[in-house]
């Protein structure tokens, strides 16, 4: 007999309201329970009904297409992870899909993944979007073809889209701000910026919040420097280093990568009383967490990201559900050493 709703919560010591909250992504299920709950249904291999009452309709597949940046960047591994899934879970509703990741954040090779995905015959597609107008015209084209679209972890302008789904990214910023205002005493504080690619509208979100929050503060500061384009942590560890070894800084914010190389740089300048704020959960950076480099880091729930983008484009195209809003934020939470007993080290933001 076929697994109900109800098998499920009598298996996972819950109640059916609580699965259907996991099953709608809806608030209000602790980690513990929600985890339960997701081994008890890939257990007997239970689907949503509404799922198969669709298929009854059309057997015909949905192309969905999806494109994430940076294949070895543990953040887009762990979006792929939860695309991943969200498909299986889906899988009788007969989900085709074409997953692009880019080698780097070139415009020009997210271009050549999108007119490979426009050659498809196409219902949805699900993306990190570069912030290039060429970018936003060849979306365009996706749009006026009738295929939806759904943005995750970094957004853009200028395109239809059904929603945007990631970490609230401006307050995250100003997060960020708090934290290096809360732990910094000297007066006027020095800080470093170290970001990514200019062309990532989600890092220049991270920097507009933290820049604001400072204002709003009070406090005096001086951004000594911001240093841009940082894709490695070779990079940013010669950038960091020169600007120890030159100027005193009290606090480093890092909006994505060069965790490492930040971290490597404090220590061969002999300058462990920096403040360090970051983001993400990443193995490095919980290492570093512990060794007490990194004060915090903030998170945003990448595999809730790949997972909601997918099971959003399904829900639309199997049963027409336009989202509430057009921002679904995932979750953000501080992460420092006295913590981490909370998270696994696997973890991924």
């Known amino acids: 007999m076929y697994p109900t709703m109800k098998d499920i919560a009598n298996l996972a010591g819950t109640s059916r309201g609580t699965v259907d909250r996991i099953l709608h992504d809806r608030t209000g299920v602790n980690s513990e329970t929600k985890k339960r709950v997701m081994?008890?249904?890939?257990?007997?291999?239970?689907?949503?009904?509404?799922?198969?009452?669709?298929?009854?309709?059309?057997?015909?597949p949905i192309s969905i297409g999806i494109i994430l940046l940076k294949k070895n960047d543990p953040v887009f591994q762990a979006i792929y992870a939860g695309a991943s899934d969200a498909i299986k879970d889906f899988q009788l509703a007969n989900i085709k899909p074409w997953v692009f990741?880019?080698?780097?954040?070139?415009?020009?090779?997210?271009?050549?993944?999108?007119?490979?995905l426009y050659q498809q015959e196409?219902?949805?597609?699900?993306?990190?979007?570069?912030?290039?107008?060429?970018?936003?015209?060849?979306?365009?084209?996706?749009t006026d073809k009738g295929i939806k679209i759904v943005t995750f972890n970094t957004d853009i302008e200028g395109i239809d889209k059904i929603c945007f789904i990631g970490q609230n990214l401006y307050q995250s910023g100003r997060l960020a701000g708090f934290?290096?205002?809360e732990i910094i005493s000297q007066s006027?504080?020095?800080?470093?910026?170290?970001?990514g690619p200019?062309?990532?509208?989600?890092?220049?979100?991270?920097?507009?919040?933290?820049?604001?929050?400072l204002n709003d503060s009070g406090k005096p500061y001086n951004i000594v420097n911001t240093i841009l384009n940082i894709t490695s942590n070779e990079q940013a560890y010669k950038s960091v280093k020169s600007i120890l070894e030159r100027e005193t800084i009290h606090g480093i914010y890092i909006t994505a990568r060069g965790i490492g190389g930040v971290c490597s740089a404090i220590k061969d300048s002999n300058k462990q009383g920096v403040?360090?704020?970051?983001?993400?959960?990443a193995s490095e950076t919980i290492d570093y967490i512990k060794q007490g480099c990194i004060d915090f880091t903030i998170t945003q729930d990448p595999y809730a990201q790949g997972y909601t983008s997918v099971k959003t484009l399904v829900d639309f195209l199997i049963k027409g559900n336009i989202p509430k809003q057009k921002v679904c934020h995932t979750k953000l939470e501080i992460i420092c050493k006295e913590n981490l007993i909370h998270i696994g080290d696997s973890s991924n933001g």
């Open 122 to 142: 196409l219902q949805g597609i699900a993306i990190s979007p570069l912030n290039d107008e060429k970018i936003i015209n060849k979306l365009q084209t996706f």
């Open 179 to 181: 934290l290096i205002g």
């Open 188 to 195: 006027p504080t020095n800080i470093l910026i170290v970001s």
């Open 198 to 213: 200019e062309q990532i509208w989600a890092l220049k979100q991270r920097i507009e919040g933290f820049i604001d929050y």
């Open 275 to 281: 403040k360090v704020v970051c983001f993400d959960t």
């Open 101 to 116: 990741f880019t080698e780097s954040e070139s415009v020009d090779e997210q271009l050549q993944h999108l007119q490979s």
């Open 39 to 60: 081994e008890v249904i890939e257990k007997v291999g239970y689907r949503p009904n509404w799922i198969g009452k669709a298929l009854s309709k059309s057997r015909k």
